[in-house]
């Protein structure tokens, strides 16, 4: 009896010292913010992860806005923005790192005969200019501009290079780059914009001034409609070691390849 509990004890000090041991390596890496990059930091993520066990990465979808705030106020490790940081968000105590960048596609729903617009036609359709699709070469159908709520990094891209800051008028503010997705392929007389590393399966997506939006067009800066996938961090606060090596994970050539296949333009060779 007393050999059987010596053993008992021996054993449950060896699963105390196998737990903590476990606990001690285990790590977790938070990211927050931009909609848009979920499918590169999910594929960078799921990369990392496999090949560093132990360590856990979560993101959490919550706007680009969202996450440089979460960032500042030290509530993730990694913030995720869909456009550059402002001179104001920098001072306040960030750095901004470009992992990728990504193109903004001009989206229409399958059915609808328009292929190609200009950057002014495109304004035009969401500043209220043209009203019908006729004005723009389709069908006698209204124009219905769907785009991102404020505070989106899609939006904000998008609306700096169409020159539509505070005058777009539009239909719906959706708070997600899949919703603007489902919407415009629902509806017929839908115009939205969405990240090109998102699945477009579902829509048209046009050319611009001629220019169709790729991985190609997007590095050598021939697609206009283009922003930067960005690092939010704090310039003030280290990232913890795991934050840290899976940061330089991201930056790295190793993952260019994984960020490729997400659909968006590594910055790294």
Not at 82 to 98: H, N, P, V, W, Y
Not at 108 to 121: E, F, K, M, R, W
Not at 208 to 216: K, L, R, S, Y
Request: include cysteine; proline fraction near 4%.
């Amino acid at each position: 009896m007393r050999k059987l509990i010596a053993f008992m004890m021996i054993a449950l000090v060896a699963a105390g010292f196998a737990f903590a041991g476990g606990a001690k390596e285990s790590a977790t890496v938070s990211t927050d913010g931009s909609t848009s990059m979920e499918k590169v930091i999910l594929s960078l993520a799921e990369q990392y992860m496999a090949d560093n066990q132990g360590v856990n990465v979560t993101y959490n979808p919550t706007g680009s806005g969202t996450g440089i705030t979460a960032a500042l106020e030290g509530r993730c490790d990694i913030g995720l923005s869909s456009r550059a940081l402002k001179d104001s968000e920098i001072a306040s105590g960030l750095t901004q790192t470009i992992v990728a960048l990504d193109g903004i596609a001009i989206i229409v729903n399958a059915d609808n005969p328009v292929s190609d617009l200009t950057i002014d036609q495109i304004a035009g359709l969401y500043n209220g200019t043209y009203t019908n699709w006729s004005e723009v070469g389709g069908a006698d159908a209204p124009v219905v501009p769907i785009g991102r709520e404020a505070g989106s990094g899609t939006r904000d891209g998008f609306e700096s290079i169409t020159g539509t800051e505070d005058a777009c008028v539009y239909s719906q503010e959706l708070t997600s780059t899949g919703a603007v997705i489902t919407a415009v392929s629902q509806n017929p007389g839908a115009i939205g914009y969405a990240s090109l590393a998102s699945n477009l399966d579902a829509v048209k997506t046009l050319t611009v001034e001629g220019v169709a939006p790729t991985e190609d067009t997007v590095k050598s800066g021939d697609y206009m409609i283009q922003r930067p996938f960005v690092f939010a961090t704090s310039s003030e606060t280290p990232l913890s070691d795991a934050a840290q090596k899976f940061f330089d994970y991201c930056v790295s050539a190793e993952a260019a390849p994984i960020i490729a296949g997400a659909g968006a333009v590594p910055v790294a060779e």
